[in-house]
């Protein structure tokens, strides 16, 4: 949402006498914890949450929905844009961002008013233990913390379990209607290739591509991995008429696998264990 510059300027003065905010990466060891938290990222604020930092969330953003008790806090950004001048009522000490979430000319104007950030954007399972131990360090919870290590461990026995097992080649179909999927530069690509399984399209150059029925079914994957259990009967019938027609459809998680948080974790054990089961020839 545009501002007048004389107004960013005025209200970058008015924070800077009121807040001695200063624009500067934050650091678990160096900088003070933040007590007032503004979060326009849905995984940050799951993970700040899961970190022991819920109490000092002031505010979020619309896709903001777990857990429940995000529902209940000032909403000050959607699709389509961020409230500049909501996000500065809540007097916030840091403004979590996510640089490809968030639209650049709004955090660009937040930045100009001196604001503090955390820009978090997540590409691996291992950034996920890595953001949850350096929230956990501001909160000073020593549970948190040990979540982190386990979720290092948990990820670590995945790829060694399937390591050797045959590779499975697959398809992940995010809905019905126009082909998307998500390449190796997605979360899901490491998901899958900790599993033993690999992204037919994991080579894409961009992280959700369409791509086409005929590059489909010339690719022939062992399995096509839906993302939503209310397209199934629709995708059933799409390719029902194709050389993919006995290829088992098999759905998985896609709201946690693709909002990287410690739910992610259970998702893609859940995940791997669907693999396995096409591995074996068992139903899905």
């Not at 950004?77 to 001048?85: A, W």
């Not at 998307?180 to 979360?187: C, M, R």
């Given at each position: 949402m545009g501002l007048n510059p004389n107004f960013v300027a005025l209200l970058r003065n008015a924070c800077a006498m009121?807040?001695?905010?200063?624009?500067?990466p934050v650091d678990a060891n160096s900088s003070p914890a933040p007590q007032r938290i503004v979060s326009l990222a849905p995984h940050a604020t799951e993970?700040?949450?899961s970190a022991g930092l819920g109490s000092r969330v002031v505010g979020v953003s619309e896709a903001c929905d777990f857990p429940e008790a995000v529902k209940t806090l000032p909403k000050v950004?959607?699709?389509?844009?961020?409230?500049?001048?909501a996000v500065l009522a809540l007097k916030p000490d840091l403004v979590v961002t996510w640089p490809s979430g968030n639209k650049a000319d709004d955090v660009a104007a937040l930045e100009r008013l001196g604001l503090r950030f955390y820009k978090s954007e997540i590409d691996s399972l291992e950034g996920i233990a890595k953001t949850q131990r350096e929230f956990a360090g501001w909160a000073k919870d020593e549970g948190a913390i040990e979540r982190a290590g386990r979720i290092e461990r948990e990820v670590n026995a995945l790829r060694e379990k399937f390591a050797s097992r045959p590779v499975v080649r697959v398809f992940y179909q995010l809905g019905d209607g126009r082909l998307?999927?998500?390449?190796?530069?997605?979360?899901i690509g490491e998901a899958l290739a900790t599993c033993g399984a690999k992204n037919i399209f994991g080579a894409l150059s961009i992280p959700a591509p369409e791509v086409s029925r005929e590059a489909v079914i010339a690719a022939r994957?062992?399995?096509i991995l839906l993302a939503s259990e209310s397209a199934r009967a629709a995708v059933t019938s799409q390719w029902r008429t194709t050389a993919l027609a006995s290829?088992?459809?098999?759905?998985?998680?896609?709201g946690r696998l693709h909002r990287p948080t410690l739910r992610t974790i259970d998702a893609a054990r859940?995940?791997?264990e669907s693999i396995e089961r096409v591995r074996t020839k068992q139903a899905p």
């Open positions: 009121l807040f001695g905010l200063v624009i500067a993970l700040l949450f950004s959607s699709y389509r844009g961020t409230n500049v001048e998307f999927t998500l390449s190796n530069k997605h979360l994957p062992d399995a290829t088992p459809i098999v759905i998985v998680n896609g859940e995940l791997c």
